[in-house]
């Protein structure tokens, strides 16, 4: 055999590094999705009926890969903003090798300030393409089994008690709720969902408590009610304050709107058990991979979180849910018309989708 032939056939048996084709042109296509709430979503930062995403497509070689990111308004983030990122960012990922997807999502994302539910979109789009490119679902390219998926919890938004009470028996199948708190009506609705279920709840305070006194009272008030963890009791900045409610509590404090960043991490271990994780926070499947990694390398509890998203978001989390403690993966299960179908949740447990990439089907 000479070095010819043994090249043909080790590329023929697939044993050389995958490359994708340039015969046609690559697209990345950007759009925004209105997603209709099921309920009107109330938290401590604001009350609506729907939501928009940006949703976005990457296609070469006859493949396309989805992605999707939802804006943050906390993070100053709109959908047109972010629709007009990813078109800025369109002429340098469609140019590089999606094989090359590190550097080529480190360069690009060097490009633009901040947008990370953009980045998150292209990000998506890209490894959901590498994965059917390869012929894997992301969870093997990660090297996880998906029967290490964790339960999810299913949302309870902050309303009237009647209108909560009715939330929590259709969240029948779920067997642990997250109960949004953070308002002087906590109690209310802690009592509300209590007389409906004593399933383990979780409670996410959105910064909502603003003194450690109030917080410490609300904390040890919850720990009577069974609360599992809590979720930002009090303001991102207030570290110090949050270090001070451990010291006192048991029940293990999570980071949300604390926690954005892999260079956040460290700081945090001080003051919280644990970290919630999302893609549209950190920008994407490679970023949230490396806060995760982080978070265990310090022993900390982590997390997969959500923002109001379809499917598509919410499956790309799913994939990387086997490496963490907790999963909040409900954003799609909110609302009355995603687009596509992809992770299932079975009595509560994730259910990853088999089929290469994300997995994702038309709904
Ligand atoms: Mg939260």
Known sequence: MNR???????????????????????????RLVRLRLRHTWTTTMSS????????TAYTRDGITGRGEGAPIPRYRETPEGAKRAVEAMAPQITAGNPFEFDKLLRTTFATIEDNYAARAAVDIALMDWVGQKLGVPLYTYFGLDPADAPLTSFSIGIDKPEVIRQKVREAAPYPILKV????????????????????PIRVDANEGWKDRDTAARKIEWLIGQ??????????????EDVRWLRERFAIPIIADEAVLHPGDIPRLAEAYDGVNIKLDKAGGILEAWRMIQIAKALGMKTMLGCMISSSVSVTAAAHLSPLVDYADLDGNLLIANDPYRGVQVKEGKLVLPDAPGLGLTPA
Do not use: C, N, Y
Request: charged share 30%.
């Open 4 to 30: 010819r032939q043994w090249l043909l056939g080790t590329a023929s048996a697939g044993l050389l590094a995958p490359r994708a084709s340039s015969r046609e042109p690559a697209r990345l296509e950007a």
């Open 226 to 239: 069974g609360v599992e963890f809590v979720e930002q009791p009090m303001p991102a900045a207030q570290i």
């Open 48 to 55: 609506s009926d729907f939501r928009d995403t940006v949703h």
């Open 180 to 199: 949004k708190v953070g308002l002087d009506v906590d109690e209310a609705t802690i009592r509300a969902v209590r007389s409906v279920t004593d399933k």
